[in-house]
């Protein structure tokens, strides 16, 4: 849990407005009292609402409660999906072959649910002949197209020429 409750002795305010176990309202009465009528219950008094006026405290198990909060937590994380970003890089020069394993491999990470990020450098004087890397770029898009699609157009960040495909979504 990302911040501590005060439980029953750590509880320092002079009048609290107090919740029972069943989530029925008790009233405004001093701590002393609320703890006491906690101690009754062999349960806790946890502040949940520190800054309402006058605070908020449950009565509770406090043990259980962190159990149960773990355990919603570990839930939720189970429930994500990371999504990797995969990185190929081509060259302006690359051959057919060649071309064709590296969209495999995009292919198969499209078929994982990864991101796919192509990126194709420029050497030299390959930079004075943007428009090859350019046809080798969409040569390489429409190998995958089936399996994915560009976010936006191919865009230059310095001396590479970048794209970034994401996987299709698949209705099941």
Request: glycine content about 6%; charged content about 35%; proline content about 4%.
């Amino acid at each position: 849990m990302s911040k501590e409750l005060s439980i029953n002795d750590q509880i320092r305010d002079k009048e609290l407005r107090i919740i029972s176990e069943t989530g029925e309202q008790l009233g405004i009465m001093s701590a002393r009292e609320a703890q006491i009528l906690a101690n009754g219950k062999n349960l806790d008094l946890v502040k949940i609402s520190p800054n309402a006026k006058p605070p908020v405290c449950k009565i509770m198990d406090y043990g259980k409660y962190k159990y149960e909060q773990a355990r919603k937590e570990k839930e939720a994380k189970k429930k994500q999906k990371t999504i990797a970003v995969k990185e190929i890089r081509l060259r302006p020069g690359i051959e057919s072959n060649d071309l064709n394993t590296k969209a495999n491999n995009a292919i198969k990470f499209l078929k994982k649910g990864d991101k796919v990020k192509v990126e194709l450098r420029f050497r030299g004087r390959e930079l004075g002949h943007k428009d090859i890397g350019k046809e080798v770029m969409l040569k390489f898009i429409e190998i995958v197209k089936e399996f994915g699609e560009p976010v936006k157009a191919p865009a230059f960040e310095g001396n590479n020429m970048v794209v970034i495909i994401d996987p299709k979504k698949t209705n099941k």
